[in-house]
């Protein structure tokens, strides 16, 4: 990983995001990119569809890139990055300033970075849940997904959500620079693997390839979900890795699904990727 995407805002949960990202960019010899997102001020309609953009809007007040920047700049400098305007080789905080809505930035920004970074929403349809969403559907890049609330680092010991989907497996790829310095690798399946894809024994053959040792841990299927949380739980882990919306993401949000519940119950960290 090179670079790392987050978008700021002036606020707690941000600067707890910024934290993670720099720490994370010690680890792994990256960048990181702060961007601040704000909509035009002279358009009334955006092309955000969600409830949540009047709220965005309301409080994308003239202060706030300038508090935005702030925070970015004293976080940068407490882990000792150099903030710039310009992406270089070296590893350096750099800060961007945009318009227009999440979809559209995180469309044109979120493809050519290696990780986005963002806070877990307080609820549905709120600011956070426009940018999680813009950032996981248009992007096509792993984004993490943190608690608001502090928590301890990640990466030391990471469990896989396996489901024998492709996009779990773009996810498991995107995220092995993690998987190879984690101390604890655990293979999470629920219930029997009877889909069309590879096993978790094969999964734990690839990761050899890396030099990544795993474990495996099956539950029973019924309560996937729960299941799911439960034995990360029970494995320690601070970090869950998995594929976001196998089905339809309407779908999903209506009648509920695996990506919806880790996004609003599970509390521990989670990097979700969907292509």
């Known amino acids: 990983m090179r670079d790392i995407l987050v978008p700021v805002a002036d606020r707690p949960e ?11 960019g010690r680890k792994l010899g ?10 035009h001020r002279y358009s009334k309609v955006t092309l955000s569809p969600e409830f949540a953009d009047a709220d965005w809007r309301r409080k994308s007040t003239k202060a706030a890139p300038a508090a935005a920047r702030t925070l970015f700049r004293a976080v940068a400098e407490k882990n000792g990055f150099k903030v710039t305007r310009r992406s270089s080789i070296a590893q350096t905080a750099v800060w961007l300033e945009k318009v227009g809505s999440p979809e559209r930035l995180m469309a044109i920004f979120g493809p050519v970075t290696d990780l986005i970074v963002v806070s877990r929403p307080g609820k549905s349809g709120n600011v956070a849940d426009m940018f999680l969403r813009a950032a996981l559907i248009e992007s096509g890049r792993p984004v993490l997904v943190l608690p608001q609330s502090k928590h301890k680092p990640i990466g030391r010991r990471i469990c896989i959500a396996w489901n024998q989907s492709a996009d779990a497996a773009r996810a498991v790829t995107a995220a092995m620079p993690l998987l190879c310095e984690a101390e604890d690798v655990t293979i999470i399946t629920c ?6 894809g590879p096993k978790a024994t094969h999964l734990g053959a690839y990761l050899r390839n890396w030099g990544v ?9 019924r309560d ?14 601070d970090l869950l890795i998995g594929g976001a919306y196998s089905r339809s993401r309407w779908r999903e949000k209506i009648f509920g699904g695996t990506t919806e519940y880790l996004v609003r119950t599970a509390k521990l960290p989670i990097l979700l990727l969907h292509c």
């Open 213 to 221: 040792h795993s474990t495996h841990r099956t539950t029973r299927g």
């Open 191 to 196: 219930g029997p693997e009877d889909k069309a």
């Open 224 to 237: 996937v979900e729960a299941e799911l949380v439960a034995a990360a739980k029970e494995a320690g882990a």
């Open 30 to 39: 990256a960048s990181v990119t702060g961007c601040h997102m704000r909509p």
């Open 14 to 24: 941000c600067a707890r995001s910024l934290q993670t990202a720099f720490d994370l």
